[in-house]
């Protein structure tokens, strides 16, 4: 039977992995989705439906107890399963950020290991727990966000509660913390583990003044790391675990009691670590005896660390039924913790505040008849205010620069672009930066080549066009000085170069920017904006608006 069950446990172990990434819009409603949730009996919508979905992340912790249960059932699996796990962790990718799916799959791996730490360590002998306490914290060495190092210190902190000795395993990862390239991370996770270890033997009478001197003199050490962080948390763990003496009425060193009254009285602890530790919500109100439940596992600590609402199982979620895992359902106070919100919940609880309150706000809107063309309905641009601003930009080689071109030309209302060719409209670099401008704007293709150069000028100039280059010329005139014609052709100059030699004779004009500061010159499409604003504040900004059609 332990054979035919061990060919199932890849299956268990992928689908308490399971879930979905999301794309940042679906995210950004999901967030707004949940502030509205936030604001409770004051919005109507939050009473309209009273049913308890059941989503992916309930799923998962149906399967961890299902785990849970098989591996009761046949020890021998507890060390594949756990393998298994932290090689899956190993293999992610280590700079991921919060709400990405490689985090949050971190986040799965931890909360499965935490859950599972109970009954695969019930069936391990002392120095099978060290090591597996060993492999625990070497998941720590790996760069991961807070919202998963907060589930292996749990895990390691599990352990420590229930085989104390196995502590001399963290004093042997903190003496070898300096061949780890994450040291910094893993130092502060370690002193938070020791920290905790020593809270937990003192609540349940457990703790002896060795072990406190020696977690004391461990941690001591690293007071004067060359990492701010490191030694910032040191001194915080220093300063927390002094009182600790005097409770019991031990004795502290005259050493260490002073080192502990220089750092409190310093002004750095008072302004710096001490709102530091009062900010860290885990390390200063999570307790790793009240506050280990279900409930902190898989909603509580995620949302503490700004985890999406989706990837966390609701309360009414988790009181439908019970799970084959060893924690409870709910304890502690931690879980009572009002949930942070994170900037973009901030920004709409401020959008949703009197507005009298406030002397500005962000206002960025979709013009309708960008709208309009999403559904499909025509609109003629030709009512809308333009001048007779022609940018001339067949020099330019890079979709970015004439993407960015497009979308300035659009709100400035230029009457054309020149382009070298046609293809570029369709360039992936253009049209990350046009946002759909070249819909309105009107393009014309001029291959670069000079006799056509030449003769597109002169065509311009019988039509009663300006033409006028961008450039810093022996006589360029300087931009606050120059007024342009209303008629304008506008030359731009390659990305490095600038204006080729052989086009300046056909200008009627340079024209120049001033400069303050030492580099050479701007970016082209910087330039060119820049120029273009010029133009539309001159001819355009506070005329009266083209009339439309039948007014």
Excluded at 451 to 476: C, H, N, P, W
Excluded at 531 to 550: A, D, F
Aim: charge should be neutral.
């Amino acid at each position: 039977k332990m054979v035919n069950t061990a060919k199932y446990i890849n299956l268990f172990i992928d689908l308490s992995l399971f879930g979905v990434t999301q794309s940042r819009e679906k995210q950004n409603q999901d967030d707004l989705i949940a502030f509205i949730e936030h604001l409770g009996d004051e919005i109507a919508v939050n009473n309209a439906y009273q049913g308890v979905k059941k989503g992916v992340p309930f799923a998962r912790v149906q399967v961890l107890g299902l785990l849970s249960s098989v591996i009761a059932k046949f020890p021998e699996l507890s060390t594949l399963v756990i393998n298994f796990y932290q090689n899956s962790f190993k293999s992610l990718d280590k700079s991921a950020l919060q709400n990405s799916l490689p985090n949050r799959t971190k986040i799965r791996i931890t909360q499965a290991i935490l859950c599972l730490i109970p009954i695969v360590t019930r069936n391990l002998d002392d120095d099978r727990v060290r090591e597996l306490l060993q492999e625990v914290l070497m998941c720590l060495t790996l760069d991961s966000q807070p919202s998963v190092r907060c589930f292996i210190e749990c895990s390691a902190g599990y352990i420590l509660s229930q085989y104390p000795s196995a502590v001399s395993t963290v004093y042997t990862m903190m003496r070898s913390s300096r061949k780890v390239t994450n040291c910094n991370a893993l130092l502060n996770a370690l002193f938070s583990i020791l920290y905790r270890h020593i809270m937990f033997l003192e609540k349940t009478d457990q703790l002896t003044k060795q072990c406190l001197d020696e977690t004391l003199q461990r941690i001591s050490v690293w007071t004067c790391a060359n990492n701010h962080n490191v030694r910032s948390f040191a001194c915080s763990c220093l300063v927390l675990l002094a009182p600790v003496y005097k409770k019991n009425a031990w004795e502290l060193s005259m050493f260490y009691q002073n080192q502990v009254d220089f750092i409190a009285e310093s002004s750095d602890y008072n302004k710096l670590l001490s709102k530091r530790i009062e900010k860290n919500v885990f390390f200063s109100q999570f307790d790793i005896i009240d506050d280990l439940c279900l409930f902190n596992i898989f909603s509580s600590l995620p949302l503490q660390h700004n985890i999406l609402e989706n990837e966390c199982v609701s309360k009414q979620e988790m009181e439908l039924q019970s799970f084959s895992l060893d924690y409870p359902l709910f304890s502690g106070s931690f879980m009572d913790l009002p949930r942070p919100l994170c900037h973009e919940q901030t920004d709409y609880l401020i959008r949703f505040k009197d507005l009298t309150e406030f002397t500005s706000l962000q206002k960025k809107i979709t013009p309708w008849q960008v709208m309009a063309s999403n559904l499909g309905i025509e609109f003629d641009r030709s009512s809308t205010l333009k001048g007779d601003l022609i940018v001339y930009a067949s020099l330019i080689s890079k979709g970015n620069n004439l993407g960015g071109l497009s979308r300035t030309g659009e709100i400035f209302g230029i009457k054309s672009m020149v382009v070298n060719n046609f293809e570029i409209l369709n360039n992936k670099d253009f049209k990350s930066l046009s946002m759909t401008s070249e819909k309105w704007v009107e393009f014309e293709e001029v291959p670069y080549d000079t006799t056509l150069t030449a003769a597109y000028f002169k065509k311009m100039k019988r039509l009663g066009y300006t033409i006028v280059g961008v450039e810093q010329a022996s006589d360029s005139v300087s931009l606050e000085k120059f007024q342009f014609p209303r008629k304008t052709v506008l030359v731009l100059g390659r990305e490095r170069d600038g204006i080729p030699v052989e086009l300046l004779s056909y200008l009627d004009v340079c024209v120049e920017i001033p400069q303050l500061g030492l580099i050479r010159s701007l970016n082209v499409h910087v330039s060119a904006s820049i120029m273009i604003w010029e133009y539309t504040k001159q001819h355009l900004i506070g005329k009266e608006t083209v009339k439309s059609e039948g007014s």
